[in-house]
């Protein structure tokens, strides 16, 4: 068969599937662009080169002049990290400062140590207990004051015993007495409390910050005034009891001279 | 002529009628759905429009843009500055920071010298073996010599007298007087122990403050005012020790008070019975 009538043939036996792909590839396909005529060259380069001035004069200038206010921001941002780091809060000073803390509280569990060390000396069954009672630092001990007391020294005379007079100077110096001692064992559980406290404040400080160390040290200043308050209240008990033990004296005293003139009295009486 | 007519006609008829009408509606869908051709390129002087366009834009827009964040950056430029002239000039000026340092150097040496001499002048007094023995161990601030420092004690105020010298009660109070004086001195010598190691952090913190920095002296203020809450704590120990020898000196002058009064007592009794 000639070669054209074969071709055709064969187009005709597969004309369906030609005739849709060819309607496919006709839909599909893009439309043919309208080709650039007469291209204006010279007004591109011209608006091109517009922009391009454009960005020379206004952008490159700003940005040169932000790029230089950057670097000097920069330099200045630097310099203060560095003097914070070298000067203000150099890590090896902070490293040493808190080691300090660590040492000064190692000295002052010694010294804790050192200040609950038994001193205790009575010999004697009674003053062992009072004596027991006194150096206990423990506050709920102090109702036992009393008994252990009066086993001690004896209660008030008896008003057969006594006069009014020499009973209520007793009673009232047995009371200063009593009340001393048990300030005492509650000033010695104050003590006791305000070292707890320094030790928590002291290991707080140790793993402070530098920012956060004056935080510690404002609660460490609280404690030192709420401690001298104490301190003064106490020395206000030494005071006050050393008052009553003048008065205690001046008594004496008094009751002498009216001895004394009641013994005269008496005197002239048995002459007469 | 016979070929065209044979093609035409196998559209109209079976299979390729089917075919045609389903690439008919195809070709709808698609020519109803798919998307405009785009115009194809624009001319020079759009072109030049939109570049001015872009100029205006570029010069009115950014470059005032620029302009404003130039002058922001500016202005943080002058803060950072004027921070910095602040902190290294007025808050932490380095002059001023080693001058503190000197400050605590030049204490130290002026000062801790002479306060320790001052400190350690001996004040001992006693003449005889006994108070001197008891002298000394009173004041070296030991806190392990409490049985020794017992028995020097004892042999220099006298030990408890026998049951049988003295009256039960006054023994008992007299052994309670001895120990309180006891305990007191003790703690004294306790206190003087305390009183070293609290020279000694008060030493080391002095040490380290010659050389902190401005951020680390907070930790030093900090232990300094931890260290004196125990001070104090200590202070009021010596206090109650104070008032424990203060009430028994009281309560023992009461107690002869009481044995008088008991005495006056049994001696009007003896005489009433006497003249019976």
Redesign the interface.
Known sequence: MDPKWRLLHVLWEHRTKFLVLMLIMSLVAPPPARAQFGIDWGAIVAAINSIGSAITNTIAPALRAINGALGTLSNLVSSIQAFFTNIVYPQAAINRAQGLVGAVQGLYTQIQATSRVNVSSATLANPQQLEQVLLSRNPMNVPNVTANYQTLYQAVPTPRAASPQTRDLVDMNDAAAQAAMKRAIAIDAIADTEMQAADRINTELAQAAPGTAPMIEAEAAAWLVRANAYTQSALGDVVRLRAVTLANSGAQLKFNSNNAAQIRQNALDSMK | ME?IRR?LS?FLTG??RS??AI?LAM?LM??LVGPP?AK??IG??A??A???A??AF??NT??AL??T??GL??D??RF??A??NL??QVV?P?AL?NQARLMVTQLIAQFRGLVTAIDNVSVRSATLPNPTALEGIMRNGS?AD?GQF?QVFRTTFQP?PPAANINP?D???V??S???A??TL??VK?SD??VQ??L??AQ??ED?AA??????A??????G??????N??????M??????E??????????I???Q??M??QFRQDATTLFK
Do not use: C
Not at chain 2, 211 to 216: E, F, V
Not at chain 2, 225 to 230: G, P
Not at chain 2, 246 to 255: F, K, M, Q, S
């Open positions: 070929f093609f196998s299979k390729g075919s045609v690439f070709a698609i020519g051709p194809a390129q020079a002087i072109a030049a939109a570049a001015a872009v100029v570029i010069t950014i470059g620029l302009g964040s130039n950056l500016s943080i430029n950072f500055q921070l910095v902190w290294q932490y380095i920071i806190v409490f017992d408890l009660g023994r008992q109070r052994d309670m001895d120990a309180l006891m305990d003790k703690a306790a122990h305390v190691q609290t000694q952090a080391m913190i380290e050389q902190a920095a401005p951020g680390t907070a930790f030093l203020a900090g232990a005012l931890v260290a004196a809450v125990e104090q704590a200590m202070m009021q120990r206090l109650a020790a104070e008032l424990r203060e009430a028994a000196i009281l309560a023992h002058t009461n107690a008070r009481k044995r009064a008991d006056a007592g």
